[in-house]
């Protein structure tokens, strides 16, 4: 069995009286894409958030690497490899989507408390901003402002961003949300390869994607994981039938 | 690459503000010079602030304590050595401009630093509010300790010294100030270019997302508002040495509100927004402040057309949206 790369032990997380992450413990290993479903309010972008560090945890622990992530703030978590994508898109909307993305190089690379050198001219900035742009198929919109970008094309945006940080793990909340169909199928592709440089968690209400894609599925339900296994198994259990695909599946 | 609107306009307030000063002295209005020199040291303080409003989104309601501090550095250091006393420890005092704009650059540092810290663990409106309280602070300070004039002030009894330069005379010391602001507007211009620059404005559009690429947007906005304070410190001093006075007015939160208005009347983050700012304010000052002391009246009919109509200030309206390439 591979090592397993993040690793959440009984996590806890309320919203008051509402238990949002109900004793979730789960693990993300080396190659594989883990996919986390789960009906509406189920708590899956709470537990990305306590992943990724905006949200702190009321118990438990998330282990990334060997190293616990207790205390970090997000922005230490995401240099040490966590990179994620927001369920609703997150990005600097007056920039454009090359400037976005070099952002994100820009960070990867080191300090970003250097004054002088423009960076609209560094090509160490530049080159490879452009190059994740192409990967996920943006390279013609490079130069339009994110907010100008259709809803789509923000998605893949996110996705561009979160590969230029050269991420250790990836945690990718519903990054086919709002898609269409080509979209759709044209990142199911591209994550079928991405798992191989980086492990995903995958987040994602597209069941055609999830069969697909993940190796490994939990199925999460009012905070707490019901069950956990093969995309052979989760079709088979009886539990998940009844509490999330609703029997048709 | 085409000049855009911008550059044009840019261009256009840069030889005015250079030719209008020029022909003043040759045709004996000193007068004018003086008022230029009034914009362009107005201009480098809201400059300053355009570094933390501007680019980096922080709403600072406080920074006439840093003007303030800058022109009681040099009313304080020039009344020592006028009368041949040592300033601290034994420290000499001096009429050196540039010594003097290095004791005020590095006093706001200092000052700016723990304010910031305290400040920006807030946002939004309780930025605006504590920045402004630490600024009060500062005022009643300055009011309530008479060795340095207290509430009347301080005058300097000639302007400070700056090497090969007669600064008495108005001409000279608007190229001193000019030549300052000129430095100043390309460090803008470098900086807002530069790599701190791209995670600064990105902190204004987003913190999370910048928080999400790793970078923690805290340092990022504590070394801008540091930047800011020092700029706005030295714009300071040099407000100083004009008026050959210093005063808690300078302290004191209208001042800070007066910057404020420079920088949305030019155009927020603009690299000549508060230059054209402090054109207009000063313009408005001059000629309408001996017809009517309600002058700000008419100014604020400006400002309200300006955030009604022009998001992007003055130089919005000629020269259109911001472009981030
Ligand atoms: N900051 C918050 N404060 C209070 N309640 C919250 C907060 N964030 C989420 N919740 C609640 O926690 C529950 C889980 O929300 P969460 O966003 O994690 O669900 P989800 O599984 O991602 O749902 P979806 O599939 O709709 O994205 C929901 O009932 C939600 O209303
Ligand atoms: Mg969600």
């Not at chain 2, 650059?105 to 807030?122: D, K, M, N, Q, Y």
């Not at chain 2, 309280?133 to 002030?153: K, L, R, T």
């Not at chain 2, 002391?293 to 998001?311: M, P, T």
């Amino acid at each position: 069995m591979a090592e397993a790369i993040l690793q959440l032990t009984d996590l806890r997380k309320n919203f008051g009286a509402l238990k949002a992450t109900d004793g979730v413990s789960l693990d993300l290993r080396a190659g594989e894409i883990h996919a986390l479903i789960g009906p509406n309010g189920a708590g899956k972008s709470t537990l990305i958030h306590q992943i990724s560090g905006s949200l702190t945890p009321d118990g438990g622990s998330i282990r990334f690497l060997g190293q616990d992530m207790a205390g970090l703030d997000m922005a230490a978590r995401a240099r040490r490899g966590l990179g994620r994508s927001f369920q609703i898109s997150s990005l600097a909307p007056e920039f454009t989507a090359l400037r976005n993305v070099m952002l994100a190089v820009q960070a990867r690379q080191g300090s970003s408390f250097r004054f002088l050198r423009p960076v609209a001219s560094d090509k160490s900035l530049t080159d490879p901003a452009m190059a994740m742009l192409e990967r996920v198929g943006l390279e013609n919109r490079a130069n339009v402002p994110a907010a100008e970008l259709s809803h789509g094309e923000r998605r893949q945006l996110e996705v561009a961003i979160a590969l230029a940080l050269g991420p250790k793990a990836f945690l990718l909340d519903e990054p086919m949300a709002g898609l269409g169909p080509d979209g759709s199928k044209r990142l199911t592709g591209f994550l079928d390869a991405l798992r191989h440089e980086a492990p995903i968690l995958l987040v994602e209400h597209d069941m055609d994607a999830v069969f697909a894609l993940a190796d490994r599925i939990s199925v999460l339900v009012y905070g707490r994981v019901i069950a956990t296994g093969t995309v052979d198994e989760i079709r088979a259990n009886p539990e998940v039938r009844r509490a999330y695909l609703g029997d048709t599946a | 690459m085409a000049v855009s609107r911008e550059t044009i306009a840019n261009g256009v307030l840069a030889l005015l503000l250079l030719v209008v000063p020029l022909l003043a002295a040759a045709s004996g209005e000193t007068f004018y010079i003086t008022l230029a020199t009034r914009i362009v040291i107005l201009a480098l303080a809201a400059l300053g602030l355009n570094i933390a409003l501007g680019l980096g989104g922080l709403v600072s309601f406080g920074h006439a304590a840093f003007f303030g501090l800058g022109g009681y550095v040099a009313g304080i250091l020039a009344t020592h050595a006028f009368n041949g006393e040592a300033v601290l420890f034994g420290l000499p005092a001096t009429t050196s401009m540039p010594v003097i704009w290095l004791v005020a650059v590095l006093l706001c540092g200092l000052v700016a630093l723990p304010i910031g810290v305290i400040s920006l663990r807030t946002s939004g409106v309780y930025f605006i509010m504590i920045t402004l309280a630490f600024a009060q602070m500062i005022y009643y300070f300055a009011v309530s300790w008479p060795d340095y004039g207290g509430e009347d002030g301080l005058s300097l009894y000639v302007r400070n010294t700056f090497p090969g330069v007669n600064t008495t005379q108005p001409l000279p010391y608007f190229l001193i100030c000019l030549g300052v602001l000129a430095t100043a507007v390309c460090l803008f211009w470098l900086l807002r270019g530069s790599r701190f620059g791209a995670a600064l404005e990105a902190a204004r559009q987003n913190t999370t997302r910048l928080s999400a690429v790793g970078i923690a947007p805290f340092r990022i906005k504590l070394v801008a508002f540091v930047i800011s304070a020092m700029v706005t410190g030295l714009a300071g001093a040099l407000f100083a040495d004009l008026n050959r006075f210093v005063s808690p007015s300078m302290l004191s939160w209208q001042m800070s509100g007066e910057l404020i208005v420079l920088i949305i009347l030019g155009g927020k983050g603009r690299l000549f927004g508060p230059i054209a700012g402090a054109m207009v304010y000063v313009m408005f000052e001059y000629a309408l402040g001996d017809i009517t002391e309600r002058w700000q009246l008419f100014l604020g009919l400006v400002l309200l057309g300006v955030v009604l109509f022009a998001r992007g200030g003055l130089l919005g309206l000629v020269a259109g949206r911001a472009r981030h390439g």
